[in-house]
């Protein structure tokens, strides 16, 4: 259990820098009395809930959401107008394909080429927000480091911190692993299921109209960003 009474914290910057690193380890040697009782129990298996972790490192897990968040939506402001053309394209491809039953393999290779600049800039945007996971996980690394080594001192624990026990490591959420999703307004969102068992939007049918020509040798989204929507960049 967390004295939280000994731990008082305020997560200035998300940035694993030299400053910002002394700093996580500043709190995590000054938390260190307050987390006696946590470390041995974690130490010996007991995982802990979010509910348990310390403020600090909750205040890591806010700073990534945050961040990611503005990520996501700087790309929705600088893509707005590739979104706004990709819509319309599915439709016209959905028309052809679907119910006049005659392809038109000019309609869908543009369609592709939309898709695959979306996909590029979405791959970026991915790797922007998994930056902000990486710093955040040094510097949680950084904080546990020096309360561990803190209570080592103080005899309360033995050894050097386990490999691999990192309490609170963060990840990103479930909606960065989809990111074809992001065409799909209904989905981005939403919990996992929803709108999954509706029925298909034009981009959805669209989407699904390409990977299967794409897989058929046909018209494909650009290289560089391309994967099947199936796949959602897993």
Sequence with gaps: MINEGRINVRVRQLKAGRLSSALARFHGRRDAAGLREFLTDTAAGHAPDDAGLPPYIL??????ERGAARVRSRSLAEHRELHVRIQAESVRVVTQYTVR?????????????????????ASVDRQRAQQLV???????????????????????????????????????????????????????????RAGHDAD????????HILDHQAARGGPGPARGGDAPSGQRWR
């Design 200 to 207: 298909p939007s034009a981009v959805a049918q669209a989407l």
């Design 134 to 192: 990486d710093e955040a996980n040094q510097l949680i690394a950084c904080y546990w480091d020096a309360a561990w080594a803190r209570t080592r001192r103080d005899g309360h624990v033995r050894g050097a911190r386990p490999t691999g026990w990192l309490p609170g490591r963060t990840a990103l959420d479930h909606t960065w692993a989809r990111l074809d999703d992001g065409l799909l307004s209904d989905r981005w969102y939403a919990p996992e």
């Design 101 to 121: 039953e005659e392809p038109a393999p000019a309609a869908l290779a543009r369609f592709g080429r939309m898709v695959g600049q979306w996909r590029s800039a």
């Design 59 to 64: 205040g890591l897990h806010a700073q990534v």
